[in-house]
Every structure is written in C-alpha cells, then in structure tokens.
C-alpha cells in the first residue's frame, strides 16, 4: 500500500508565498515521476507542476516563473514552492505520483489533497 501525504496548505494574501509538501511512503520499488494538481470550485482538475525522477519538470503557462517544483529523491518527497500567489491561485492542491511498484507494476495514486486560499 502506498500512501501520499501532504502538507503546507493554507491562507494566504495576494502576492504572498506557501511552500507544499508530499511524501510517498509504502510498498514502493522506485518513485518514476511525481506532481502536482488543483482544482478551484466548479472546474477540472488541472496540472500544475511535474518532476520526474531524472529532473526533468514542466509547468502549466499560469504558474511558469511563479511556482517551482523540486524533489528530493532519498525522501521521496516532491515539493511546490509557490511565489508570487494570486487570487485565482486558490484551489484544493494535489500531489500525484507515478510508482514502479515490487511486483514490476506501474500504478498512479493521488494524496488528499490541501487547500491553498489567496485573499485579495
């Protein structure tokens, strides 16, 4: 079983700074690649950031020079700093994971999700 766990959520004003958390723990034989996501009240859930676990990442053009995701592999632990927040930042936040599991199995889990509000 492999769980995402994550934390840093919370209020913040516009313009202002919060850092997201999420660590993979578990059955887990390598972590291939790891993101996050959000939703904002009546719309689709969207990517934000993604990290594989080689270093490459990608961003969604909303967040590109704001936000910034890294990792540290030995944790398997993904982070999102994020600068610069604006209003329409604010959604419920998702980290996503992409595991190579010990049966040679390749299985996507979802963490609860934290919620990051911007305030004008």
């Known amino acids: 079983q492999v769980q995402l766990v994550e934390s840093g959520g919370g209020l913040v004003q516009a313009g202002g700074s919060l850092k997201l958390s999420c660590a993979a723990s578990?059955?887990?034989?390598?972590?291939?690649?790891m993101g996050w996501y959000r939703q904002a009240p009546g719309k689709e859930r969207e990517l934000v950031a993604h990290?594989?676990?080689?270093?490459?990442?990608n961003y969604a053009d909303a967040v590109k020079g704001r936000f910034t995701i890294s990792e540290d592999n030995a944790k398997s632990t993904v982070y999102l700093q994020m600068n610069s927040l604006k209003p329409e930042d604010t959604a419920v936040y998702y980290c996503?994971?992409?595991?190579?599991?010990?049966?040679?199995?390749?299985?996507?889990?979802w963490g609860q999700g934290t919620m990051v509000t911007v305030s004008s």
């Open positions: 996503n994971a992409d595991i190579g599991l010990p049966t040679f199995l390749r299985r996507t889990y």
């Open positions: 578990g059955s887990m034989f390598s972590v291939n690649a």
């Open positions: 990290i594989t676990n080689g270093g490459s990442t």
